[in-house]
């Protein structure tokens, strides 16, 4: 663990969810690797502002979604 994670460990505790029951969703590599350096899986979102790292994103993340739309899907939701 180092310190970038304290952040996202901090919300998890306040929050009262432990890592392993954790998802974040995110759009940028270091708050990509910040989640899985406290434990926590990920879902990367597609953002234009991060497309430099987009080959990053995608080989680290856990999962990816073009838009938050298709989150339900990623969590194991069906839509009605």
Do not use: M, Y
């Amino acid at each position: 663990r180092d310190l970038h994670s304290f952040p996202t460990r901090r919300s998890s505790d306040l929050l009262g969810v432990r890592a392993d029951e954790a998802l974040v969703f995110e759009d940028s590599l270091p708050g990509l690797r910040a989640a899985h350096a406290a434990g926590i899986q990920t879902v990367v979102v597609r953002d234009p502002w991060s497309e430099a790292d987009r080959a990053r994103l995608l080989e680290e993340a856990d999962a990816h979604v073009d838009s938050l739309c298709d989150a339900p899907e990623i969590c194991g939701f069906t839509r009605s």
